[in-house]
Every structure is written in structure tokens, then in C-alpha cells.
């Protein structure tokens, strides 16, 4: 079965220090997202993207934050400068039609020390 | 703010009962309901989504929906320790391609 790969599985970072999140969503997809999920909190919409632009965002996804789609199989989620309230659980999504039907990908560890 | 309310749980039903799920939400113009499965330290999977009023069917698992009250269930027949999971409910409004997570409710199916 299709699946959305994300790498790493776990990034530790210093506080301030730029990250990048991987993810290769299902090759037919496309509409992609980013979510994230605090340790023990809801999960949280951060932004969405199709046809190579952000569609919607949340009040979340500030300047601190940027994604892309650089070579037609990956899409980033860059943090310029992270903090400590960044350590999350940030999920990769993909789906064919709109919101219907999210494929997740297993998730990257954010910890921010 | 739309607000999608679950009930954190834990609920905890034995082994070949049925798990009764329950999600309420704040926006009169929603239009898609999703519900999906989140094993701890995993990432959400979805069972199920329903649009219309009434039961949607899918092997052991039924969402019902019911618009005027501004709520949407999950019911799990034949519970399975396997089942033992977070649930999540999720909105869509139809001013948005995104929807909206509760917070999930921990469900314990025991031996």
C-alpha cells in the first residue's frame, strides 16, 4: 500500500537553529500538508499546498516558517529558528482530492532543547 | 473558532462489546466528518468519513451523523484489544478545504 515517508524520525535541535522536515508524499497526490501534534494535545493544521503553492495556512504557521516542494517528490517544512514550544510531533499529509481522505506519514519527533 | 469537542476518556469496554464514540462540533456549516484512529506515538489513520444524516457502515465500524444536534459517533462492534487507540474526530466546514481535529478519545478495550 502507498505510504508518506518522512525523515527523520527524530531531530533534536538546539534552540535558534534552523530545521528542515522531509516527507515524500504518495506519488499520484496532489494536495500535501503539514500538521503537528504537541505530546498530549489535539492535532494542529499548520498549512496546505497544491499546485506548487501554499493554499491555506494557519495562525501557527508564521514566519518562522516555510515549506516546499524543491524537486517534484519531497516536500519541506523548514523552521528558521526554532523554540522550545516547537517540540512537537509534526506530521506529513497527502491526499488526491482536497481534504478527503488523508494519507499520514509516521511522523517527525521535533524536540528543541 | 470552530471547536470540535471530544470527550478525552479514557473509555473502557470489554472484549465483543460496543464502544460508543462521541464527537460534538460548534459550526452549523460543516459539511465533512471524519473519523480517525491514532495508536500511541503513531500517526492518525482514517477509518471513516461520513457527509449525510443518518449511519454510514463499514465492517464493524458506523459513523452516524446528525446535523441538527451537531453531532457525529463512532460505534465499534465486537471490540477488539486491538482496538485500543485514540479516536479522533475531524470537521470539515465548507468555507475550508481543512478540517478541524478534537482532541480524541482514548479508548481501552480489555480482555
Known amino acids: 500500500e502507498p505510504e508518506v515517508t518522512q525523515t527523520p524520525s527524530h531531530q533534536v535541535t538546539q534552540m535558534g537553529q534552523e530545521v528542515i522536515l522531509r516527507c515524500v508524499p504518495i506519488?499520484?497526490?496532489?494536495?500535501f500538508y503539514w500538521y503537528r501534534q504537541i505530546l498530549g494535545q489535539k492535532v494542529e493544521f499548520l498549512v496546505s499546498?497544491?499546485?506548487?503553492?501554499?493554499?491555506?495556512k494557519s495562525e501557527i504557521f508564521d514566519d518562522q516558517f516555510s515549506v516546499e516542494r524543491p524537486d517534484g517528490s519531497n516536500f519541506t517544512l523548514k523552521i528558521r529558528s526554532t523554540k522550545l514550544e516547537d517540540s512537537a510531533m509534526y506530521f506529513c499529509?497527502?491526499?488526491?482530492?482536497?481534504?478527503?481522505?488523508?494519507?499520514f506519514g509516521s511522523g517527525t519527533r521535533l524536540t528543541v532543547v | 473558532q470552530k471547536e470540535v469537542e471530544q470527550n478525552s476518556g479514557p473509555l473502557s469496554v470489554p472484549e465483543g462489546a460496543i464502544a460508543s464514540l462521541n464527537c460534538t462540533y460548534s459550526?452549523?456549516?460543516?459539511?465533512?466528518f471524519f473519523w480517525y484512529r491514532q495508536y500511541s506515538g503513531k500517526s492518525p489513520e482514517l477509518i471513516m468519513f461520513?457527509?449525510?444524516?443518518g449511519d454510514k457502515e463499514d465492517g464493524r465500524f458506523t459513523a452516524q451523523l446528525n446535523k441538527a444536534s451537531q453531532y457525529v459517533s463512532l460505534l465499534i462492534r465486537d471490540s477488539q484489544p486491538s482496538d485500543s487507540a485514540t479516536y479522533l474526530c475531524?470537521?470539515?466546514?465548507?468555507?475550508?478545504?481543512?478540517?478541524?481535529f478534537g482532541r480524541g478519545t482514548s479508548l481501552i478495550v480489555h480482555p
Open positions: 475531524a470537521v470539515k466546514s465548507g468555507g475550508s478545504y481543512i478540517p478541524t
Open positions: 499546498f497544491y499546485n506548487n503553492e501554499i493554499s491555506e
Open positions: 459550526d452549523r456549516g460543516s459539511q465533512s
Open positions: 461520513i457527509y449525510s444524516n
Open positions: 506519488s499520484n497526490h496532489l494536495y
Open positions: 499529509a497527502s491526499s488526491d482530492r482536497g481534504a478527503l481522505g488523508y494519507t
